[in-house]
Nanobody, 124 residues
């Protein structure tokens, strides 16, 4: 069955970097558009970034553009989110998911259910 497992979160100071990983199994990876989403305490979940099945097209939320980079390794069924110049407002639980609508991936429904996510905390 469809499974995506997030890892790589942690505590970092403002201006620091983290790389998140999303390991996938249970579905045809080569056709999947994968997105990263985040949910801060008391706020709704929001789309952060997504990547096409080939890795050739990417999309970013305005709040992270220029600081975050999404990439995928299809040989390892893994998607990464490199996060640089982190800000306190990036603090959230980060989730990855296979999105249903690749053309509107940041707001799309997802296949399956949300995983446990990985906590990112940006604090002095």
């Amino acid at each position: 069955h469809l499974q995506l497992v997030e890892s790589g979160g942690g505590v970092v100071q403002p201006g620091g970097s983290l790389r998140l990983s999303c390991a996938a199994s249970g579905f045809t990876w080569v056709y999947a558009v994968i997105g990263w989403f985040r949910q801060a305490l008391g706020k709704e979940r929001e789309g952060v970034s997504c990547i096409s099945s080939s890795g050739g097209r990417t999309k970013y939320a305005a709040s992270v553009k220029g600081r975050f980079t999404i990439a995928r390794d299809n040989a390892k069924n893994t998607v990464y989110l490199q996060m640089n110049s982190l800000k306190p407002e990036d603090t959230a639980i980060y989730y990855c998911a296979r999105v249903v609508d690749g053309s509107r991936c940041l707001t799309s429904l997802i296949f399956g259910s949300w995983g446990q996510g990985t906590q990112v905390t940006v604090s002095p």
